[in-house]
Structures are given as C-alpha cells and as structure tokens.
C-alpha cells in the first residue's frame, strides 16, 4: 500500500470516530436539558462563555432556562440554579439527587473507602455511624466549644507573636475534579503534588490507627477511631465489611478534609470582607464588647446575645460564592424533573451561589447586608434561602461543628484585633480580590492591628 493511500485510511478512520463521537453527544444532548454546544471530545471545556461555572451560571441560566446541561470532555453536567430549583431537588427529590458521582482523583485516593464513598449502602452506614459517634463525643455542644475556644486563643497568640502581619494569607484553593483521569494520571502537574501530599496525610493516620490498636481500651474509648476499632470487631464476621482498616482511614482522612478547608477558607473570606466593609467589623466589635468585654474569651453562650455577630456571620457565608463544582451529586434513578427527564447516574451540580444571590429570596443580593438576618426588632431570623450547609440527605455533617468554629474564631480574633487591608488591594472588587488569594498571588493582603482596648 502506498503512502498516499494509508494516509487516506487513517483521515477516513479518524474522521469516522470525529463522527460517531458527534452523533452519540448529539443523541444524549437530546436527552438532556438544554445547554451551550459542546465541541467533539473537549465539551465546552476551554470555553469562556460556559467555564468557570461560577462567573456564567447566571448568563447561563438566562439562556437556557435554570436548569440546563454542560459537557466536561464527554460527560454531561447538568446544573441547577435559583432557590426553587434547587430546594425542589434536594429536598423534594432527596433521593432521586442523593447520590454522589465518581470524581476521578478522589476516586484514585479513596479506591471507594471511607464515607464520602459513592456505595450508598456504604456511605448509609459510615455516615448514620460517624454521626451518631461524633455526637457522642460532643460535636456541636459545649465541651468540643470549650476545645475551640483554646485553639481561637492560640490563633490570637500567634498572631500577637507576629505583631498582627498575617503574612501572606494563602487559603486552600478547594478540590476540582478531573475530566481525563486517564490521561491525568501520567502528566505532571499540581494535582500530582496533591495526590502525593494526601498520601501522606493517609499514612500519618494510619500509623495513628496502629497506635490506636495497641492501647485500645473497649471499656472506655478515647475517641472515634476507638469506636471504629470496636465497630469493626463487632462487624467482622459481617459479609459486606464496611468497617476494614481502610475505611477507618478515609473516613478519618475525610473528616479531616471536609472539615478544615472549608472551615479555614471561610474564616479568610469572613476577615477579608470585613476588612473592605470597616463599618460592619466595627458594630460586630461593638457588640463583642458590649456582651463579652476584654476581661475573659467568647463563648457560645454569648452567641444569643449577639444577633448583629450572629447575623453577620451567616451573611457573609451567604456572600461567599464557593466554587460550584464542589460536592456534585449524581442521579441515583431516571428522573423527571421540572419537565426534564435526566438519565440515572448523571452528575448533577447544584449551584448554592445562585440560591444565595436569587432575588426573588434576598432584598439586595449583591450588597453584603446583614439585615437579610435581621428581623424589625434587631433580633437574629433565620431564612430559608440560607444554604451554605446545602440541604436534604447529604447535607453537611460537620454543620453543628463549623458553627461553633465560625462563631468563636470570628469573635475571638475581633475581640482582640481590627483587620485592615493593605493599601495596594483597597481598591480591587470583593470577588477579584478573592479569586487572586486563592490563587496564591497576593502575599501580605490585609493586617491584624492589636485593638487598644485588649491590649
Ligand atoms: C464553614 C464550614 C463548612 C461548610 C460551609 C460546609 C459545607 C458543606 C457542603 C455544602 C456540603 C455538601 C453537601 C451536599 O452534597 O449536599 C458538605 C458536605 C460534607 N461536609 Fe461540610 N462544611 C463545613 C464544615 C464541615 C466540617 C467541620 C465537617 C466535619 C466535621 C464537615 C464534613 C462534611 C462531610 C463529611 C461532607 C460529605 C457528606 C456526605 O457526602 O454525606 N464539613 N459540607
């Protein structure tokens, strides 16, 4: 066979899968509900208009109606906006969109240990389990508030020991699946570094768990991966094993990292916007003094008696637009849903921003406004609308906890300090300034000035 002609095969060939791979997207597109045109194989990756989903849900949704579909390489997404939508699914479809897709590097990490896994009967289990041992031990009432309380003091004393300059303040940029894994998994890059840091991580809990073998006392457990141990002696003659060595790991390990980055970043985010609005950390420090003084640390008994804080707080989680993609959920069945039919098994990510910026629930949506929490008569109210802990089955677990942190970190460190920018970022827009820090860029953002009155 000459040249010329192998050549032309292999056009036809490649041309023909071009082809089959356009008419099996263009059949499932007409499944779905509608959304921008993906490209063969990329999707609408690499498409400004479409990715981030953060910057053009909103562009999006007015196109294509709130519910609508993109294509990550060759997997659809379908996306849910506004307040209605998503409450409709994740509370009148709980179990319908309760379930949570495979997300390749988590995937490649948890080989399906651990409690984020997507085995429903597995996650059941681990999560009705942890829960139940977490409570146990304390989460959301007042001796795991009194263990805050001192890590909050410790970040006032470190902070001090810095003489307030935070240095570059660097939250967590929060995982984003991969749409290539295969082809990830042998390129260099950032997510190899990661793979290779939560390794370690892994390995750090396990020798704690061995640890944790050795001195094991049944008749008074020391804390969950006890509790774990003795589960798993009860259950091992059970045929699913839910409860091995390896699950103890990743559900420690997932604890850890649902737990901390979230918590982390949206203290930075809580500091970075009070810092641009100085009248509204100032009014939250006049009520810190006026309920708590200088003399002793906040507590969570003090959190009735700040309904500004309080509402604060909550309104700063609500103007915090978190990445999107960030715990998708997958169908578990074949859907009908708001006259769209979405196949079992399809990943499905609702969009908390767009609940949180819907006009038809907040009176300014785009202003940071803490009377969205306020009622007539200055006391706290609660809405609705308000769903940084999402809702429905999978809601978050650590809600109880992450309260109690948000509260006691945020009054802690104003009781003591006044936040400022640096004049260089007073002038950047809230959301700008934000995408750049979780960029790393911007070493030395904003100062922790010691307040005279504690000092
Ligand atoms: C400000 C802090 C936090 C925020 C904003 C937050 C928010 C969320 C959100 C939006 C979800 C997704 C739920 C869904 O898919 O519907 C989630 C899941 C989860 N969170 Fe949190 N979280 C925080 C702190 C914590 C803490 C402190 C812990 C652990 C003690 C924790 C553990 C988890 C776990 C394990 C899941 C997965 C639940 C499941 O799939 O069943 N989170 N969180």
Not at 27 to 46: D, E, F, H, V
Not at 283 to 290: G, M, N, P, R, W
């Amino acid at each position: 066979m000459d040249g010329g002609l192998a050549g032309l095969l292999i056009t036809l060939f490649l041309l023909s899968i071009l082809w089959f791979l356009i008419w099996r997207i263009d059949r499932k597109r007409s499944q779905l509900p509608p959304g921008p045109a993906p490209w063969p194989i990329l999707g609408n990756l690499w498409q400004k208009d479409v990715l981030p989903l953060y910057r053009t849900y909103d562009k999006l949704s007015r196109t294509y109606g709130p519910i609508f579909t993109i294509w990550l390489g060759l997997k659809p997404v379908v996306v849910l906006c506004g307040y209605e939508v998503v409450k409709d699914a994740l509370l009148g479809h709980s179990e319908e969109f309760g379930g949570r897709p495979e997300i390749p590097l988590a995937m490649q990490l948890s080989k399906d240990y651990g409690f984020i896994s997507n085995n429903e009967k597995k996650w059941r289990e681990l999560r009705r389990f942890t829960l139940s041992t977490l409570r146990d031990f304390g989460m959301g009432k007042n001796s795991m508030s009194q263990r805050v309380q001192k890590e909050a003091q410790h970040l006032v004393e470190l902070l001090t020991k810095l003489k307030g300059d935070m240095g570059p303040v660097h939250p967590r940029p929060q995982g984003r699946s991969t749409t290539f894994p295969n082809i990830m998994h042998h390129l260099p890059g950032p997510h190899r570094k990661a793979l290779a840091e939560c390794e370690k991580l892994k390995d750090y809990i396990r020798q704690k768990v061995e640890i944790h073998k050795l001195t094991l006392d049944p008749s008074c457990p020391r804390d969950y991966i006890d509790c774990f141990l003795m589960k798993a002696e009860k259950e091992k003659s059970s045929p699913e094993n839910m409860y091995s060595n390896e699950d103890l790991v990743m559900s420690v390990f997932n604890l850890f990292g649902a737990g901390t980055v979230t918590t982390s970043n949206s203290l930075v985010f809580f500091l970075l916007i009070l810092a641009k609005y100085p009248h509204i950390q100032a009014k939250v420090q006049e009520e810190i003094d006026a309920v708590v003084g200088t003399g002793r640390a906040p507590s969570m008994e003090d959190k009735l008696k700040m309904p500004y804080t309080n509402a604060v707080i909550h309104e700063l989680q609500r103007f915090h637009k978190t990445r999107v993609e960030n715990f998708p959920r997958m169908t578990t069945q074949d859907v009908v849903f708001r006259g769209h039919t979405i196949p079992k098994d399809t990943t499905v990510i609702p969009v908390f921003s767009s609940v949180h910026m819907d006009p038809t629930q907040w009176e300014n949506p785009e202003e940071v406004y803490p009377g969205h929490f306020m009622d007539e008569k200055g006391e706290f109210r609660k809405r609705e609308a308000f769903m940084a802990f999402s809702a429905g089955k999978r809601m978050c677990p650590g809600e109880a906890l992450a309260r109690i942190e948000l509260f006691l970190f945020l009054t802690t460190l104003l009781q003591s300090f006044t936040f400022q920018l640096a004049v260089t970022y007073e002038e950047m827009d809230l959301f700008s300034l934000w995408i750049e820090i979780e960029r790393r860029a911007i070493p030395g953002t904003f100062f922790a000035i010691r307040r005279p009155a504690s000092s």
